[in-house]
């Protein structure tokens, strides 16, 4: 799936929140994420205005729904996984630093939706670690781990690490991306990810929490487009022999 990541970029208004899922449900994009943050996150004077009323989600998701898409929610609130239930959550993603907090992740499988276990900058035997616990043949239906490096720098991307993780990880790999050139995302095609997270954001005049990283509301729909047809340059990884020839192209070589 391509998931387009509202994060917290609604500015906590929700005429303004609505507006993303308004503009995402007409693109090719197939799920929609929010993050709901713990309790201290929004006490703090500097994001309490991030917080958005718990009965806007009911609206949201309805919309959603409605136009044949999946939303998820990005959880750090660990006590509000029955009312996310309540409210038809599709599936659930898990920030990096809960990782290693295995009894919120045996509550969110005990919904019996997907989960997406953001891996961050978690070390190879943390991730080993969660790979062992979780690895019966049960879970791994459930599960998928997302790369993603908390780095703006393209440096930082490391996308070599997805077919890496693929080969120890019982859970399939997607890519989450963080890095403010946004070329990124095409580059991650290559390495055949599960999924993709792409963080979105809206008006210019506004500066979002999730700002640097973010894909323009306006340009995401012809962006997916591209994904898509890019990932089909991919190829099946064999020689074929191609019987549909280009005549000019075969002309040309011919001729030299």
């Known amino acids: ?11 906590g208004d929700e005429q303004y929140s609505f507006e993303y899922v308004k503009e995402l449900t007409k693109t090719k994009c197939e799920a929609i994420t929010y993050q709901i943050r713990e309790d201290s996150f929004y006490e703090n004077e500097e994001y309490k ?7 806007h989600y009911s609206k949201l998701i309805s919309t ?3 136009n044949g898409k999946k939303f998820g929610v990005a959880l750090a609130e660990h006590s509000l996984i029955d009312e996310c239930e309540g409210l ?5 993603k898990v920030l990096s630093w809960d990782l290693k907090n295995y009894d919120f992740i045996d509550n969110l499988l005990k919904t019996k939706k997907p989960i997406y276990v953001s891996t961050g900058m978690s070390p190879v035997e943390e991730i080993e670690e969660f790979c062992d616990r979780y690895s019966e043949e049960y879970f791994t239906d459930k599960i998928t781990l997302i790369h993603t490096q908390l780095s703006f720098d393209v440096e930082d991307v490391n996308l070599k690490a997805i077919p890496f993780l693929d080969n120890f990880s ?6 989450g991306n963080h890095c403010e050139n946004l070329n990124v995302l095409y580059t991650s095609l290559a390495f055949n990810p599960s ?9 210019k005049d ?3 929490i999730d700002e640097r990283h973010s894909v323009r509301l306006v340009e995401v729909g ?7 047809e890019l990932e089909k340059s991919l190829g099946s990884a064999v020689k074929l022999k191609i019987e549909k020839k280009d005549k000019y192209l075969i002309q040309n070589v011919e001729d030299n």
Do not use: W
């Open 64 to 66: 959603t729904h409605n």
């Open 49 to 55: 205005y991030l917080k958005l009323p718990f009965s």
């Open 170 to 175: 019982p859970f399939p790999v997607a890519f």
């Open 206 to 208: 506004v500066k979002h």
């Open 1 to 11: 799936m391509i998931i387009c990541e509202v994060g917290l970029n609604h500015q």
């Open 195 to 203: 999924d993709i997270f792409m963080y979105i954001k809206n008006r």
């Open 88 to 92: 038809g959550v599709d599936f659930y």
């Open 222 to 228: 012809n962006m997916i487009t591209d994904m898509i």
